[in-house]
Structures are given as structure tokens and as C-alpha cells.
């Protein structure tokens, strides 16, 4: 049985940074894509970004240039560097595999997603 595992949230004043970092282990088949999407209480779903099959990467317009997803294959981890965090990013962040990033951002069929981190931004 495969399993996703998220570390590094926490709490950040606002400006502030963290880096997220999800863990796949277990399984015995690979997605297209891995990446990470939020919910916040009271707030729809939001896919924040995602890396696919050669190294493409995805951003949700609210995060373009300041997330950053990157991959370490060895290891079996992608990361999310978070920067210049707002209040507004304050959620819980799932990390996820599925066939594209339009799975990852709209919540399409996914192939397995994590427990969650929470990330809180104070102003």
C-alpha cells in the first residue's frame, strides 16, 4: 500500500517562508504528476502547483513566482518552496498523484493524495 507523506508547515508572519515536502513510498506505479493543492475552511479547493513527466511544472496564478515545486527523484520527494506568503495562503496542503495538473488543480481523479499539512500565515 503506497503512501504520501507531507512535513514542513507551520506558522510564518506574513513575507515570511517554508518549504513543504511530500514523500512517496510504497507504490507500484508512478503518476504523471505530483504536486499540491489546498483547502482552506470555508474556501473551495485550489490546485497551487504541480510537477509533471520531464520536469514541467505547473502554478496557480495566485502563486506564480513566489511557490516553487521541484523534485528529487532519488528520494522520491517533491518540494514546495513557499515564499512572500500572505495571509491568504493560510490552508491545509495536500500533497498528490495524478495523471495531469488539471486533476491536481480542479479535483479530478487522483491516484492517491496525503494526510495534509497546515500552513498558517499571520499579518
Known amino acids: 500500500q503506497g503512501q504520501l507523506v507531507e512535513s514542513g508547515g507551520g506558522s510564518v508572519q506574513a513575507g515570511g517562508s517554508l518549504r513543504l515536502s511530500c514523500t512517496a513510498s510504497g507504490y507500484t506505479y508512478s503518476s504523471n504528476c505530483m504536486g499540491w493543492f489546498r483547502q482552506a475552511p470555508e474556501k473551495e479547493r485550489e490546485g497551487v502547483a504541480a510537477?509533471?513527466?520531464?520536469?514541467?511544472?505547473y502554478y496557480a496564478d495566485r502563486v506564480q513566482g513566489r511557490f516553487t515545486v521541484s523534485q528529487d527523484n532519488a528520494k522520491n520527494t517533491i518540494n514546495l518552496q513557499m515564499n512572500s506568503l500572505k495571509p491568504e495562503d493560510t490552508a491545509m496542503y495536500y500533497c498528490?498523484?495524478?495523471?495531469?495538473?488539471?486533476?491536481?488543480?480542479?479535483?479530478?481523479?487522483?491516484?492517491?493524495w496525503g494526510q495534509g499539512t497546515l500552513v498558517t500565515v499571520s499579518s
Open positions: 510537477i509533471c513527466t520531464a520536469g514541467t511544472t
Open positions: 498528490a498523484m495524478g495523471r495531469s495538473w488539471y486533476a491536481i488543480k480542479v479535483g479530478g481523479t487522483l491516484d492517491d
